[in-house]
C-alpha cells in the first residue's frame, strides 16, 4: 500500500467510551488503523465513563485510560468517589489523571467547588507522580493560576484541545506543561488557535480528537472519531510546513514519552 499508511499517530484524548460508539467500537477502531492512528487513550470523567475507559484499556492493547472527575461533575465529588479513583488509578493501563480543570461555561457548579476539587486531584496525581489532562473553558487565567500555585511543574500533563492563542500556549509551556490540539485547528475562523500550533515546541506538541466531539474538516459537524486525529496532523504539518509523517512520528513519540510508555 501507499508510504502514508506506515505512519502511527496516537490520539491522546478521545471518548471512545461514550454512548454515540456504543454500535460499533471495533469497526471504529479499525478505521483509525486505516488512517494511521494505531494508539489512543480514552478519556473517562465520571463513573460510567471511567468504568468503560478501563474496560477498553483491559479489552485492546493500544488503548490507554486517562481517568478523573471533571469540572461539570464537582458537586458530585465525594470521598468515596475519591477513595475508588485513587484505586483506580494504580491500573496499569491508566496513563494521566483527567481531564480535570475548570468550566465556567456550563458553570454546573460554583468557581470555589470547581477550584477545590481541581486542586484535591492534583494533589492525587503529585501523590501518584501521574500526569494530568486539563479541561478549561472560559476560564484560562484560574486554571493558569490553580495549576501554577499547584506546582503543575513537578507533574506535567497536557492542555487538552487547546482553544487559545500563541501567547496563552506559551504561558501553559512555562509551567511544563504540553499543548494539544484537536479538530478546531482545522477550521478556517480558528486564527489564534493555528497560530498556538504553529508555535508550540515539537517535543511539547500533541493531537486528539475530543471525539464524538470537534470533528475536523472534512467532516466538521458529524459524530467524531479518532481515526480523524489524522486531519488535524495534516493541518498542523501544513502550518508548520513540515512532513505529515515526521510530525506524526513527534507526537506519538512525545505522547509515549509523557505517558512513561515503551517506545515502539
Given at each position: 500500500?501507499?508510504?502514508?499508511?506506515?505512519s502511527?499517530?496516537?490520539?491522546?484524548?478521545t471518548?471512545?467510551?461514550a454512548?454515540?460508539?456504543?454500535?460499533?467500537?471495533?469497526?471504529?477502531?479499525?478505521?483509525?488503523?486505516e488512517?494511521?492512528v494505531?494508539e489512543m487513550a480514552?478519556v473517562?470523567f465520571?463513573?460510567p465513563?471511567?468504568?468503560?475507559a478501563?474496560?477498553?484499556?483491559?479489552?485492546?492493547e493500544?488503548?490507554?485510560?486517562i481517568?478523573?472527575?471533571?469540572p461539570?461533575?464537582?458537586?458530585?465529588?465525594t470521598?468515596?468517589?475519591e477513595?475508588?479513583?485513587?484505586?483506580?488509578?494504580?491500573?496499569?493501563?491508566?496513563?494521566?489523571?483527567?481531564?480535570?480543570?475548570?468550566d465556567?461555561h456550563?458553570?454546573?457548579?460554583?468557581?470555589?467547588?470547581?477550584?477545590?476539587?481541581?486542586?484535591r486531584?492534583m494533589?492525587?496525581?503529585?501523590?501518584?507522580k501521574?500526569?494530568?489532562?486539563i479541561h478549561?473553558?472560559?476560564?484560562?487565567?484560574?486554571?493558569?493560576k490553580?495549576?501554577?500555585?499547584?506546582?503543575?511543574?513537578?507533574?506535567g500533563?497536557?492542555?487538552?484541545s487547546?482553544s487559545?492563542d500563541?501567547?496563552?500556549?506559551?504561558?501553559?509551556?512555562?509551567l511544563?506543561?504540553?499543548?494539544?490540539?484537536?479538530?478546531?485547528?482545522?477550521f478556517?475562523?480558528?486564527?489564534?488557535?493555528?497560530?498556538?500550533a504553529?508555535?508550540?515546541?515539537l517535543?511539547?506538541?500533541?493531537?486528539?480528537?475530543?471525539?464524538?466531539y470537534l470533528?475536523p474538516?472534512?467532516?466538521?459537524?458529524k459524530?467524531?472519531?479518532?481515526?480523524?486525529?489524522?486531519y488535524?496532523?495534516?493541518?498542523?504539518?501544513?502550518?508548520?510546513n513540515m512532513p505529515?509523517e515526521e510530525?506524526?512520528?513527534?507526537t506519538?513519540?512525545?505522547a509515549?514519552?509523557?505517558?512513561?510508555?515503551?517506545q515502539l
Open positions: 500500500m501507499k508510504e502514508e499508511t506506515k502511527m499517530i496516537f490520539d491522546t484524548h471518548h471512545l467510551n454512548e454515540q460508539f456504543n454500535d460499533d467500537i471495533p469497526e471504529t477502531i479499525q478505521r483509525a488503523a488512517l494511521g494505531t480514552v473517562g465520571d463513573t465513563t471511567i468504568d468503560k478501563l474496560l477498553l484499556s483491559q479489552d485492546y493500544h488503548i490507554y485510560s481517568i478523573g472527575w471533571h461539570t461533575e464537582a458537586g458530585s465529588y470521598k468515596e468517589i477513595t475508588r479513583l485513587q484505586q483506580q488509578l494504580t491500573l496499569p493501563k491508566v496513563v494521566a489523571l483527567g481531564e480535570i480543570g475548570l465556567y456550563w458553570m454546573e457548579d460554583p468557581k470555589e467547588v470547581q477550584d477545590r476539587v481541581f486542586r486531584q494533589a492525587i496525581a503529585r501523590e501518584m501521574l500526569p494530568i489532562s478549561t473553558r472560559e476560564a484560562l487565567e484560574d486554571t493558569y490553580i495549576l501554577k500555585e499547584e506546582n503543575v511543574h513537578e507533574i500533563g497536557i492542555m487538552h487547546f487559545g500563541g501567547e496563552w500556549a506559551k504561558r501553559f509551556l512555562d511544563g506543561m504540553h499543548v494539544s490540539f484537536s479538530g478546531v485547528v482545522t478556517k475562523k480558528a486564527l489564534d488557535v493555528q497560530e498556538a504553529a508555535q508550540v515546541p517535543d511539547k506538541l500533541l493531537v486528539e480528537t475530543d471525539a464524538p470533528a474538516v472534512p467532516y466538521r459537524g459524530r467524531n472519531e479518532p481515526g480523524y486525529t489524522r488535524t496532523v495534516e493541518k498542523i504539518a501544513e502550518l508548520r505529515f510530525l506524526a512520528k513527534i506519538t513519540e512525545n509515549h514519552r509523557l505517558f512513561r510508555l515503551e
